[in-house]
């Protein structure tokens, strides 16, 4: 079953991902932020290049590094995610959206540390971020192939393939917290792949290096390599 293909099927193609969590700074030593840690974008990225194509991963703060043919763009915030992505989305042929992107920022960040013994209980106001994603989603070429993630605490089959459509993806991997053992602290995934021409396959748990590979095929079965 773990099928491990050798070919250079990707030769040719430009691959863009985003990765990782976001962090939104607070003040200069807290920020607001997600447990994800960057494992499922990083495999993927390991896969595309693996199989031969141009690999350009925008990663927000992980401590995990892709192989090294794989270009890293380290970013820290979704604003800054959303624009080194608009700078590099234009020669990429495949976008794969796999960062956990917080959805807030806090509307003010101190440049001071905040001092408890003057501020007492402490209220944050909380703006939203832009979506990335859809933002890039609305500007897709008819030859450019676009997949992001959906996260759900449910069975989250109409949530993800409300995702798609809403992002303008071409197709959506569901991440569903119900399985045991998927999701951001593990080793193992299991997902579930739709899209847009009604195509559904569900997979097993299996390593995310597994994950990424049947991913990976998925694509390339739909972009005809
Ligand atoms: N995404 C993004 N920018 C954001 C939020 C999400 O690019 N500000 C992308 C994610 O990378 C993922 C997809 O959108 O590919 C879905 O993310 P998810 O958090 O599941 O959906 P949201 O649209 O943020 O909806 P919610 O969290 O409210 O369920
Ligand atoms: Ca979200």
Redo the contacts with the bound molecule.
Sequence with gaps: EEYFSTEQDYQGKHVLL?AGPTHEPIDPVRFIGNHSTGKMGIALANEFARRGAEVTLILGPSSLRPREEVKVLPVMT?EE??RVAEDNIGEADIAI???????YRPLHSSDEKLKREEKGDLQLELV?????????GSWKRPNQYF??????SNAGFE?AKR?MA??N?NA?VLNSLLDKGAGFSYETNKVTLFDREGGIEAYELKSKEAVARDIVDFIARRIAL
Excluded: H, S, W, Y
């Excluded at 959206?97 to 959805?103: K, R």
């Excluded at 939203?128 to 890039?136: C, M």
């Excluded at 997949?147 to 759900?152: H, M, Q, S, T």
């Design positions: 985003t979704a995610m959303l959206f796999a960062a956990a992107v917080a959805d939203r971020n832009p979506d990335i994603a859809a933002t890039l997949v992001g993630f959906a996260l759900e949530e995702k809403q992002k993806l959506i």
